[in-house]
């Protein structure tokens, strides 16, 4: 029939052009609507059509008004042609409620679609519509019943559902099917717009889902897919019903009227197959009922034809979305392949588009159809392109990542769509960030196209995250110091170059890097950068923000002597600046250019990265820096006024005030250059400002992205990625042009396959996570603090400036000690967070594999475990006689579920021991095959379940200890697979009395350097507020109360297995005021974290 | 679904049908933009378009282009038969549709579409149904008229 279409349509181009045919004349001389649209298919210049419709709205307008128009329903169509030509016709709107009020049908059915035309939910002339369809629903004319449900189905005002709602769920029982499913579909829409209004009508859509008629039991699908969306557990028993009915649908039990091209309700079996998919996601039982029905449906969709291809696209989908079947997952793959491979366009994106969907998955994959995607790399059409980049991105590891940039920026440069270059920009710079260490000036000069194509569009976060990486540097000095000075001279030759052309936040990255690292080049006189960067300011499209930081750089540059003409000029000419920012900067220069003492100290040299000033300020008493956290906190419990007397924190709150305060025009917020680099940022971006905030409304979630795979880790698994891939080019014997391609594939497709790529991949959310500065993190003594995790300012200075401090101190025999720990352990057991907070420790990983009566007697239970819907109570039953004996005894947390793939189930827990934390770790082979040579137990035969435990500790506190880990294993099969996991403990769990004597105690005190101070709510009970709180921490967090003398107590704990931290605390007015020390850094802050989430608990 | 828009290879709007609440403006913007890009495309690319957050998947039948706009989760392959679909459903009710049929009739394009779609979610597949629906409906209404325009090409 579509051929019919095709040819019979193929004739008509050159219809409309010949307008002065007889044909077309005699056509549109019948009515007015005819001449209408004949006259304006005559006009030539967009003027005389809009002269055209003017006249013909003001006709309508007239005839419309007058009392006893027998015209409305044609006046209404010219109205609806005028509209849709992009004219206001809002007079009509009146009239078309009007009608659909007052007409006889036939009106009423061209009044109500004018309506669902012309007016949106929102608009207010729709009450008056309200009870016209309240009317129509009591109608005994079935075409008026239908007629107000289609229309409430699009449209009707959210307050008056009430109204309605009862004649429409009456409608529910009307015995004329199409009625019933119109019905649904408007109880579809109010879910939509107003979930609570149909909240108790819920069985009725069950109603709904059994009907005898399946067009109506098709619309029911629609309320149960959003509403399992939204809610997947609700509704797991429908399963095997949805099942039942996808069965029937695959195997032609409905009517032939539901077929299309043959195929039997394909709607339907895509909707049914999309709410199975939410359905199985994650649960092992739930979609275990449906492998048949998925296989079945595999099988049948056979006919070349995109109905069935459609189908076939979702049960992939659907396979690789559900608990993993492995046999499903070949068949499935295959049909991936299918679809690459298809000459035609439209299905071989989809392919791409589901290789993408499941490479994260099955990395193999993409190994498999690399030449085609190399192929479509290069293709024509840019969707097609722009798909296999968002693939390749999935893909990216340590290895291919400068080739895939590469071909990311190649596509940057030709896309014109402002919607592309925002997200692709934003990925090249993850990607550049995220693997930044190995090729430095490919970092800069990623991140110098990535400023210029990105422009001003880009996210604001990027050159922020790029400054700060910059310049909290990598792990080597030297590295360090090569990387600035190589962002240096790309950006000199930019500026004496035509500046003019570069985007705004590009010129702010090259001023603030300028002013701060431009001494890093012996040959650069500071004359001549600051002459550069004075030639910013001359520039008449630069923004005020772009100014102040060029005048910020200029500070930090001016010498006095030669320079000062200069900076004399700019300075004179700001200070009188409208813009108070402007203003205060330029005084500043000023002041700061004429006083050279005062600018050594206020911007010493290099001021990056040292942080001296902040440890001479921690060793005359000030207070450390607290994240804002905790500061806020603090604010909101303490509204009332601190009695406290101010400490010798100048430079800290002196940075915070320059923060709060910048337009004062005091020489005081100067001292924001005082700490660092990071801090000035502050000063000059307010984006800064609500990324912090940001962090502070969801601290712990950030802290559990902290974990990035690191690249790095694993260089051993960069060979094994190598030789595979040398494979696999000489497979076959390779014509001469198809070399060149052969050579892309290799260096795209490296690495793929090993571990490291897996546990790239392993990231399930695509979601851009632009502070990819913590993966480097993980880098062997890289910097990563505490305080950090806990609040997740990123952006807030100080906390680095503990930061770098610390890792000085620890930077070295860490390193050490992670390479020595990694080489040693079968197991991979490392941290997540860096070696810097914890270390495992593996104690000879006792595993036991079950003997077979045991076994056999757990079957059904080892096979279950899942990461059910409730997967805690479900596994901890029948995991918990796992537990090692020595254990047993011991209280352990809750058994979670870590993760799980087609033959691994992990779970974990964590016992608390006297001495030590243990983790102990069940895997679980829920496959039907035995597991080989897995690390660490050895083999394990189907459905059994090995035990590890680990012994932890930390090494440097964080608020939660993140452990993560790798179990790899083979397959009967051969295959190596491997699977992450990674497990989150509280601090509190490596907590533990620490008993000492008062004296003890006293001499600790004093040889303590790390502290924090903070305020907490007394807990105000029968009994003594000092005592019950002091009990309540006590039992909460296992800290021994070493004495309680009147107003005071001091406590003691310690960290795991020997750092001590001491707890000094005193009431006073009305709050606990505490006063931490210990000798490893964050551990007060920690603590203290946790001492406020016990109390607030209470 | 989130729109549909069907205009001639002139770009001249034929049929639009919002399901997501948009104001004039925005709906004028999106159209003219939208018309560009899939006007600006070659015959043998892909159907589907990223644009914006959406997804826009295209078919052309001799001059004219249908045009629809799917959140990212929905199957491309289906809205094609969708739209696939409409067409059948004005052909068999125009009998050989053409541009003219559209543009002449178009509220009867709009009556047929509302019967095929609702809400943006299809409501009713079988082609029998849709058009029974929609007679019963013009049984009520004074006879449209018809185009005679078999002398413009022979079929």
Known sequence: MSDVVEKTLTALPSLLSLDSHPGSAKLSSTSKLGNLIRGITELTSKHEEEKLIQHELLAIKEQVSSPNTTMMKELMVRSIYCEMLGYEASFSYIHAIKLAQQGTVLEKRVGYLAVSLFLNESHELLLLLVNTVLKDLQSTNLIEVCMALTVVSQMFPKDMIPAILPLVEEKLNHPKEIIRRKAVLALYKFYLIAPNQVQHIHNKFRKALCDKDPGVMTASLHIYLQMIQENPDAYKDLTPSFVTILKQVVGGKLPMDFNYHTVPAPWLQIQLLRILALLGKNDQSTSEVMYEVLDESLRRAEMNHNITYAILYECVKCIYTIHPKSDLLEKAAKCIGNFVLSPKINLKYLGLKALTYVVQQDPKLALQHQMTIIECLDHPDLIIKRETLELLFRITNAQNVTVIVEKMLEFLCISEDDHTTIDLVGKVAELAEKYPLKYNEWFIETMNTVFSLGGDMMQPDIPNSFLKLLSEGFDSVEEDRKLKLFAVNSYVPLLRGEPGKLPQRFLQVISWVLGEYSHLREDLEPAEVLSLLAKLLDMKNSSSETKSWVLMAMTKLCKGGTDASVTQEVSETYSSSLDTVLRQRAHELQYLSQDPELRARVLPRGSCGNFAFVSEALAAGAAPYKPPHQRQEELDQSKALSLEPYGLSLPISMSSCSITDRQSPTLLSMSSGLSGDTLKLDGVKRVWGREGYLAQREPVEEAAQVEVPSPIQSPGRQGEGDSLHSQTPTQTPTPEPEQEKQQLASSLFVGLASQSSVSLMGKSEPTPQRFRRKAKGQGPGSSFNASEQISSSLISPPSAVDNLLCNNLLDSNNASELAEQTSQLSQRLTTANGTCHTEAELTEPDTKGCNPALRRDNCVVAADPGPHDDPGRLTEVCLDSYLPAELSGLSHSEIAPLCANQSLNLSACHVQKEDSLILVVFIINSSESAIQQMLPAGEMTSHSVAVGQYSLTVKRPAVHVEVVGTVSYQLPAGTSQSLQFSYKVPLTSFIRPFVVSTEEYGTMWLSFSHDTKQNLTLINDNQEPLTATLNALKKKLQLHVVEVIGMEGIVACRLLQDLPCLMHCRVNAGWLAVWLRSPVPDLPDCLIYHCQRALQSL | ?155
């Open chain 2, 1 to 155: 679904m989130q729109f549909m828009l069907l205009f001639s290879r002139q770009g001249k709007l034929r049929l639009q049908k919002w399901y997501v609440p948009l104001s004039d403006k925005e709906k004028k913007k999106i159209t003219r933009e939208l018309v560009q890009t899939v006007l600006a495309r070659k015959p043998k690319m892909c159907s589907f378009l990223e644009w914006r957050d959406l997804k826009i998947v295209y078919k052309r039948y001799a001059s004219l282009y249908f045009c629809c706009a799917i959140e990212d989760q929905d199957n491309e392959l289906i809205t094609l038969e969708i739209i696939h679909r409409y067409v059948e459903l004005l052909d068999k009710y125009f009998g050989s549709v053409c541009e003219l049929d559209i543009i002449f009739n178009f509220e009867k394009a709009y009556f047929i579409l509302d019967e095929f779609l609702l809400g943006g979610e299809a409501q009713e597949t079988s082609k029998k149904n849709v058009l029974k629906a929609i007679e019963q409906a013009d049984l009520l209404q004074e006879v449209r008229y018809t185009p005679n325009h078999s002398h413009v090409w022979q079929i």
